[in-house]
């Protein structure tokens, strides 16, 4: 098992803005699996992901990463498993706006030690014709794309998706899922899918909602749609 998560509990503020946001939660997934989490705004999903991703600190119980604990990491450890061990496309992409293309993915390249081909995924993302471009002079479906590309170039094991194509019209996300089950198959990477979007779900090898910051429901696919033929998206 490649990610095991363990009565996992986080909250925010204190006193009167107290807030419990994942109540105990419990989750596992194989490697090399993609896993959907779905639920409605508030219900936790975000929180777990950045748990997950070491961007937040725990309150208590158990992340356990490849056989990294999370919890207790001083901050110079959770940078290294950032940076050796995990991608994240964040929802608003976060791309600098006075870097390139290029530029935005070779921030991530200098962090790894083993980085796939940079002009290889260039082409692969259909971003070479962009590369020279900012952020401001791309549609919404490129700039997603050179936000996968920025979390891929870095060859990680795990990869963080939050609301993948929560901006993008039914054309592009299906072309961004294609290029997510395309990586999966490839590289083998482990993925972790935060969507509204219910037809996602039919795509992945498991899928995981959350309802109040707890794990309602927790099942795998016996057979899965192919990203090119899911509908509705």
């Given at each position: 098992m490649y990610l095991k998560v363990k009565n996992l509990k986080k909250?925010?503020?204190?006193?009167g803005s107290y807030i419990e946001v994942l109540k105990g939660?419990?989750?596992?997934?194989?490697?090399?699996?993609?896993?959907?989490?779905?639920?409605?705004s508030g219900s936790g999903k975000s929180t777990l992901l950045h748990c997950i991703g070491g961007l937040d600190e725990i309150d208590s119980g158990s992340v356990l990463v490849g056989g990294t604990e999370l919890g207790g990491l001083s901050a110079g450890k959770l940078s290294d498993y950032r940076r050796e061990s995990l991608g994240f496309i964040f929802q608003f992409y976060n791309l600098v706006p006075n870097l390139t293309v290029k530029?935005?993915?070779q921030v991530c390249e200098y962090l790894a030690d083993s980085p796939l081909n940079l002009e290889e995924?260039?082409?692969?993302?259909?971003?070479?014709?962009h590369q020279n471009k900012f952020p401001s002079?791309?549609?919404g479906g490129q700039q997603q794309r050179c936000a996968i590309?920025?979390?891929?170039?870095?060859?990680?094991?795990?990869l963080l998706c939050d609301e993948p194509t929560g901006a993008l019209d039914s054309e592009t996300s299906r072309d961004i899922l294609v290029l997510?089950?395309?990586?999966?198959?490839?590289f083998g990477t482990t993925m972790l899918i935060v969507t509204h979007n219910n037809s996602i779900k039919y795509m992945v090898d498991q899928v995981v909602y959350l309802k109040d910051g707890r794990i309602k429901r927790d099942y795998r696919n016996e057979e899965k749609v192919p990203a090119a033929r899911l509908e509705d998206l």
């Open positions: 909250s925010y503020g204190e006193e939660i419990d989750l596992s997934v194989e490697k090399g699996d993609m896993c959907v989490i779905q639920g409605s530029e935005n993915i995924l260039l082409e692969t993302l259909g971003l070479t014709e002079q791309l549609s590309a920025r979390a891929l170039v870095k060859n990680p094991k795990l997510l089950e395309e990586v999966n198959r490839k």
